[in-house]
């Protein structure tokens, strides 16, 4: 069975920096993108960060220049650097993995809490 592990959310200054972590376990074969959601209170899960196999990642606007997605393919692991964090940041963020042969899993997700 997958399962992926969220870690690295946690409460931080207006301006400050973390790095969220998401690893897949389970009989895993392979995976293709790996992106990263957020859902704040009372707003749509909103796609932030997307990363392809081959490297090749996406933004959100919002968090274009702060935001860095990154993975280590040996590791099963996908990253999400974040720097000059806002409060308007502050979600619960969510990993998705979409698994060869196997389809899309979730994380249960991580909360990010800016304050200013």
């Known amino acids: 069975q997958v399962q992926l592990v969220e870690s690295g959310g946690g409460l931080v200054q207006a301006g400050g920096s973390l790095r969220l972590s998401c690893v897949v376990s389970g009989s895993i074969f392979g995976m293709n993108a790996m992106r990263w959601y957020r859902q704040a209170p009372g707003k749509q899960r909103e796609l932030v960060a997307t990363?392809?196999?081959?490297?090749?990642?996406d933004y959100v606007d919002s968090v274009k220049g702060r935001f860095t997605i990154s993975r280590d393919n040996a590791a099963n692991t996908v990253y999400l650097q974040m720097n000059d964090l806002k409060p308007g940041d502050t979600a619960v963020y969510y990993c998705?993995?979409?698994?060869?042969?196997?389809?899309?899993?979730w994380g249960q997700g991580t909360q990010v809490t800016v304050s200013s």
């Open positions: 998705n993995a979409d698994v060869v042969a196997q389809g899309s899993y």
């Open positions: 990363i392809t196999s081959r490297g090749i990642t």
